[in-house]
T-cell receptor
């Protein structure tokens, strides 16, 4: 079974500080992709960053970076220099890269609500 | 370019009724996926359609059905509504339907908030 677990229902951070959101996943696939999505109160699901499982180098997008530990099946998101606009629900998600009946299916965690304090 | 659009934005129904939700993908995208997001949880996969054919189905009862039209827009239908069907229904479009060896990003619409009373 393919599952995604986010163990932190809520996190908070002071503006300009750094925060790390945790995610673990379980899969028997060798080829897959991992994502962090942001869902603000507007409900629009926005892709923050993605990581290809075959790449050893951790993905980085401006203030957002990941720590991908393939053997441990861990995929954490680090937000540096946090801004008020980063406040949102963050979802970790996984999609298998191999062909099969679950093509195109994203598996999501339950989310982590991030609060940013001024 | 216009993003994924969904209609209606909000909907209130009573138990036992039927509902139809609509989704228009980004121009040039041929795949549409539907997700159900119950309050406090992550989205759950319902269906994926590609080139008007069902390519994937999640663990949802037969009361849920969908279809994709020649212009690649899609409808999600839910019959005999239950209180537990109250959720945000998200539509996502992607250029292709096959994950293959290269990533095929899914772009999400703003969702339809369904309330069943």
């Amino acid at each position: 079974a393919q599952t995604v677990t986010q163990s932190q229902p809520e996190m908070s951070v002071q503006e300009a500080e750094t925060v790390t959101l945790s995610c673990t996943y379980d899969t028997s696939e060798s080829d897959y992709y991992l994502f962090w999505y942001k869902q603000p109160p507007s409900r629009q699901m926005i892709l923050v960053i993605r990581q290809e499982a075959y790449k050893q180098q951790n993905a980085t997008e401006n203030r957002f970076s990941v720590n991908f530990q393939k053997a441990a099946k861990s995929f954490s998101l680090k937000i540096s220099d946090s801004q008020l606009g980063d406040a949102a629900m963050y979802f970790c998600a996984y999609i298998p890269g191999n062909r099969g009946s679950t093509l195109g299916r994203l598996y999501f965690g339950r989310g982590t609500q991030l609060t940013v304090w001024p | 370019d216009a993003g994924v659009t969904q209609s209606p934005t909000h909907l209130i129904k009573t138990r036992g009724q039927h509902v139809t939700l609509r989704c228009s993908p980004i121009s040039g995208h041929k795949s549409v996926s539907w997700y159900q997001q119950v309050l406090g949880q992550g989205p759950q996969f319902i269906f994926q359609y590609y080139e008007k054919e069902e390519r994937g189905r999640g663990n949802f009862p037969d009361r849920f059905s969908a279809r994709q039209f020649p212009n690649y827009s899609s409808e999600l239908n839910v019959n005999a509504l239950l209180l537990g069907d109250s959720a945000l229904y998200l539509c996502a479009s992607s250029r292709r339907g096959l994950a293959g060896s290269s990533y095929n990003e899914q772009f999400f619409g703003p969702g339809t908030r369904l309330t069943v009373l």
